[in-house]
């Protein structure tokens, strides 16, 4: 069995989309998957979403809550971040480990947000999609842009094919069959097709694609 199948569930009753039930199996996963490189990557990640002081900020699909805190530093002191999952074991290891005055963590689904719209200066989503089946991506997407104010930014990222073949088998392991939805490189067509604007996609190493997109004004 698959390291990427032994960890992901579906305890979250409203979502058709995998989730992930087994969080510290999750961090150490993430860990030898950047090969130490973790934070260098979603650092940069960070600068990509364009989030500074005062920003409101959204981080769908958070997960254990690592790329949430680096936002909460980056928006400090007046901004806020909030970060969603559908999973309670990510969402209770994040709160553990990552909440504080800025930074909170809350159960939801990426397909129905349970946020107001246009309340979000910022959106960010990483190594979600995947996730979901693909009637959800575009549904999820819609959502991002929804809650996203006007002139608002998303930052959607995901997997790509690793150009090694023990790349790919370490990848695989640890995000499982579901790797195999992946839209990376159909994110930019989606974004445009659903009305962002300014949409430019890029690759990050060792196997990012990202997008980022502005809602119209």
Known sequence: MRLGHFMHGTPHPNTRGLTTRRARTYELM????????????????VRLSGVGPGDRVLDVGCGTGYLT?????AVAPTGTVLGIDASPPM??????????????????????????DASMDRVVTSFLLHHL????????VREILRVLRPGGTALLADFRRPRTRPSRHLLS??????????????????????????????????????????RPT
């Not at 973790?38 to 990640?45: M, P, Q, S």
């Not at 995000?175 to 300014?198: I, T």
Request: charged share 20%; with cysteine.
């Open 30 to 45: 993430s860990m030898m998957v950047f090969a130490g490189r973790r934070r260098r990557a979603f650092e940069h990640l």
């Open 69 to 73: 805190g680096l936002m909460a530093a």
């Open 91 to 116: 969402i209770g290891y994040a709160r553990r480990s990552r909440a504080g005055a800025n930074c909170s963590f809350e159960i939801g689904v990426a397909e129905a947000l349970q946020i107001r």
């Open 133 to 140: 089946p693909d009637d959800l991506q575009p549904q999820a």
């Open 173 to 214: 392991a640890a995000a499982g069959y579901g790797l195999s939805r992946s839209p990376a490189y159909e994110l930019a067509a989606l974004c445009r097709e659903l009305g962002f604007v300014d949409v430019q996609a890029g690759d990050l190493q060792p196997f990012i694609r990202y997008v980022q997109a502005t």
